[in-house]
């Protein structure tokens, strides 16, 4: 074993194999399969932290866990286990869980704990399981019921498998019970599930007709074969109410024209999505042709991240740019309706305000709108000819591999990013001396068709005494476009996923508070008379308008800073151009 005084990180799980039969034998252990979130909880000092299976911070989604685990009798420790809500019944309930996440605080979540891979600095990783669950048992024997020590059994089996199908458990994992603990997928955990159940991507969905509000009625998923997605049936049952209104703005924003898939299939009722979100599925067996049979939905798996399947070869040349030269690998999105200035309009421009904006733009990791060869979009992958004036910033994507993002701290790297044809600027909410970590929250006040700006008004100033009364003081940006932007900066800086979930807790008051004039779902068709509280503009890497900033619209407005004084006093969207920078211009409503 070895002992260490760095900072304890991640560990990738060991996870058992899946097998139809249960094994017996003295050299085995068993253990109920607990149907919840795997989570990782890292102790040090009187700190903890608590990680999903892909490594992501959870620790804002189970703070009564996180506390109890800060208070065990410990130096530091690495715990494996899973978090859980136990239903009415007293067995793990998977859908409860889900609804017991938005309340983090919730005496109904339960860690139980079945593994020890970090002790008072030392590694127990390679001393034999039952040593480990030993020594893990001892050091929960007070923190019950919230960190519950997963017991064993070391009996058959067979019959440890009977039994738990018998109380209606998932199934049970099977562990030799003198191996070490090894990342990844082992032979030496095996599990056995009464019930099938896996995680699929969600390719579309049917609506539920007449419904009001929106809900689903059922899903279609997806699975994965090599690089392909290949449809996998459909899951019509397992919805209660507010499940099914929950999924469809969960999906609102990933709707798409055309199906993911990689092999076409009709589906005229179908509602197609991005196939970035994930569902855990019960199902009975599988055809030959790769379908479901008796799929039952279970719940959104939030705490996994998909990756993108690659869009079939034909997808790929019905969506290809018509016209331009830009590569399509470079197009995030399009702008068809945009309108650019000259780069000569840009020098002079931000010559101008180039100490003000420095303030906003600065030090800031840097989303671009470029217009190039006639074709104005928001730029993704690789940045050619980047000027010495542009800093250049390595980072690790989320979905994997490396990624460079630019920033400037002077008017030549703003001249320099208009020598790479940028017009809009949209920053991080970090800084690069810490680009992991959130300095502020963005609210944007998206006005629907139909919403008059005294509304818009009326939302902003109630949202700013919404986050008063949370400690923050805010201070309004106008976009240039349509809304207003409240800009909260943190005293204490969180993860970008941390702040994600605080923006839209802060958004979801004012929304729960007059649901018919306000909204946390970006589908437009739901948006007719209502104002978009868009908290998704926090997240590492998503980003709002730049204070400063040009858009690319007729007359070429500016985000500006702008007084509460201002705002009282109904200042336009686009009261402030690249013409009159300084000096807001009075518009009479359109």
């Not at 994992?173 to 032979?187: E, H, I, N």
């Not at 004039?517 to 980003?543: C, K, M, Q, W």
Request: hydrophobic share 40%.
């Amino acid at each position: 074993m070895s002992k260490t005084e760095d900072r304890l990180s991640f560990i990738e799980f060991q996870s058992p194999m899946l097998i139809e039969k249960a094994p017996d034998g003295g050299s085995w252990l068993h253990e109920i399969k607990y149907d919840g979130y795997r989570t990782q909880l890292i102790v040090e000092g009187a700190t903890a932290r608590a990680f999903t299976r892909r490594g992501h911070d959870w620790s804002h989604r189970y703070k009564r866990i996180v506390k109890t685990a800060a208070s065990l009798p410990a130096k530091s420790a690495i715990i494996d286990g899973e978090a859980v809500v136990l239903g009415e019944t007293g067995l793990p309930d998977y859908q409860a869980l889900e609804r017991e996440l938005g309340n983090p605080g919730s005496p109904r979540l339960i860690f139980y704990a079945f593994d020890l891979l970090h002790l008072n600095g030392s590694d127990l990783r390679q001393r034999p399981l039952l040593q480990r669950k030993a020594a893990l048992e001892k050091l929960l024997k007070d923190s019950a019921p919230t960190l519950t020590y997963a017991e064993h059994l070391e009996v058959s089996g067979t019959d440890m498998f009977a039994h738990a199908c018998r109380m209606g458990l998932e199934g049970i994992v099977s562990k030799l019970a003198d191996s070490p603990y090894r990342s990844g997928v082992q032979t030496s955990w095996v599990k056995i599930k009464c019930i099938k159940s896996d995680t699929f991507p969600i390719v579309a969905f049917v609506e539920k007709l007449g419904a009001q509000p929106r809900r689903i009625a059922s899903l279609y998923i997806g699975r994965r074969e090599d690089d392909r997605l290949l449809y996998a049936g459909k899951a019509q049952s397992g919805y209660s109410l507010s499940i099914a209104r929950q999924v469809r703005e969960r999906l609102d924003p990933l709707i798409i024209d055309k199906a993911p898939l990689s092999e076409p299939i009709d589906k005229p009722k179908a509602t197609w999505v991005r196939p970035d979100v994930l569902a855990e599925v019960q199902f009975s067996g599988v055809t030959d042709r790769g379908i479901l049979r008796e799929a039952v939905f279970k719940g959104l798996r939030e705490d996994l991240i998909t990756i993108p399947a690659k869009p079939p070869a034909s997808s790929k040349r019905r969506n290809r740019p018509e016209g331009h030269a830009v590569p399509r690998e470079n197009v995030l999105q399009l702008l068809p309706d945009a309108v650019s200035p000259s780069k000569e309009a840009l020098v002079c421009y931000w010559e101008q305000v180039a100490e003000q904006a420095l303030v906003h733009l600065g030090h800031r990791p840097l989303k671009l709108v470029r217009h190039a060869s006639g074709t104005t979009f928001y730029h993704k992958g690789f940045l050619p000819n980047i000027p010495g004036a542009v800093h250049q910033l390595r980072i690790q994507k989320r979905e994997g591999g490396q990624g460079v993002r630019v920033w400037v701290d002077d008017l030549a790297g703003l001249l320099g990013l208009v020598e790479m044809d940028a017009v809009e600027l949209h920053p991080w909410n970090a800084t690069m001396d810490d680009i992991e970590r959130a300095d502020r929250v963005v609210l944007d006040l998206d006005p629907g068709e139909g919403v008059e700006w005294e509304q818009v008004i009326e939302a902003a100033l109630a949202l700013r005494d919404i986050l008063e009364a949370s400690g923050l003081k805010s201070w309004p940006k106008v976009t240039g476009g349509k809304g207003i932007h409240l800009m909260a900066p943190l005293e204490t800086r969180m993860t970008h996923d941390n702040a994600r979930q605080f923006g839209k807790s802060l958004a979801r008051r004012l929304a729960d508070a007059h649901p018919d004039r306000y909204l946390l779902s970006a589908a437009p068709a739901a948006r007719t008379g209502r104002i978009f509280i868009d908290y998704l503009r926090n997240g590492r890497g998503n980003t709002a308008v730049g204070a400063f900033s040009p858009r690319a619209r007729p007359g070429f407005p500016i985000a500006h800073p702008v007084t509460w004084g201002q705002v009282e006093r109904a200042v336009r969207p686009d009261a402030f151009t690249m013409d009159q920078p300084f000096k807001a211009v009075i518009r009479k409503a359109a």
